[in-house]
């Protein structure tokens, strides 16, 4: 069956120090793969697609992922956290054969210590 | 421009009420969709609209009617709610099936 992982429910960071969230996929066909980002309240900003090409893809908000077919993953990191990065996460996938339906994750709640 | 509007922020509404919520984009794409999203969860795919046409009903249950009046603008009709349908309604909209999906910000529905 089609899912996404991402394992962690939350994580906390120092502001300042940088940040990895994980995705994981279970998808036959090849995947289009997507991160966004939801503040509380608000809706979900797209922060980095990747579709083919190269593997390691720069987002908005100095965030980036990275593509890796053998591991199923699809990590999201950022070298710097900063307070306003405080958000839901939500890993998202989808496929030529998906019909518009886009597979998410279950969300990674990130908290910044200050 | 990405932006997805949406109308309005907040509502409150009885279970005998009728209302409407109401998407509008200017990107010129041609599907729109309609979620569903619940405190702490992704969002849940409801319907998608495809040059002006119901392309998917997630088996939603009848009170919740869409509507597309012309390929920038999409409602959302809302009748005999329950309070279980409480949660943030979002649009979103996207060039096609295999293109990122951008998001409105939403409207908080309370139903009481």
């Known amino acids: 069956a089609q899912s996404v992982t991402q394992p962690d429910i939350h994580i906390t960071v120092s502001e300042g120090a940088s940040l990895e969230l994980r995705c994981n996929y279970s998808?036959?066909?090849?995947?289009?793969l997507f991160w966004y980002v939801q503040s509380p309240g608000q809706g979900l900003q797209l922060l980095l697609k990747y579709f083919s090409g190269d593997t390691l893809v720069q987002g908005i908000k100095g965030f980036e992922a990275e593509f890796k077919r053998s591991q199923s993953s699809f990590n999201l990191r950022k070298p710097s956290v900063h307070w306003s990065d405080a958000a839901e996460y939500f890993c998202a996938v989808g496929a030529e054969d998906s019909n518009y339906q886009l597979i998410w994750g279950a969300g990674t709640k990130l908290i910044i210590k200050p | 421009d990405t932006e997805v509007t949406q109308t309005p922020k907040h509502l409150v509404m009885g279970m005998t009420n009728k209302k409407s919520l109401k998407c509008e984009q200017h990107?010129?794409?041609?599907?729109m969709y309609w979620y569903k999203q619940k405190a702490k969860k992704p969002p849940e795919l409801m319907f998608v609209y495809s040059y002006e046409k119901l392309s998917i009903n997630e088996s939603v249950p009848s009170r919740f009617s869409p509507e597309c009046p012309n390929s920038s603008l999409l409602n959302l009709h809302l009748h005999a709610l329950q309070p279980e349908d409480s949660a943030l309604y979002l649009c979103a909209s996207s060039q096609g099936r295999n293109y990122e999906q951008y998001f409105g910000p939403g409207t908080r529905l309370t139903v009481t």
């Open positions: 998808y036959g066909a090849t995947p289009y």
């Open positions: 990107m010129g794409h041609r599907a």
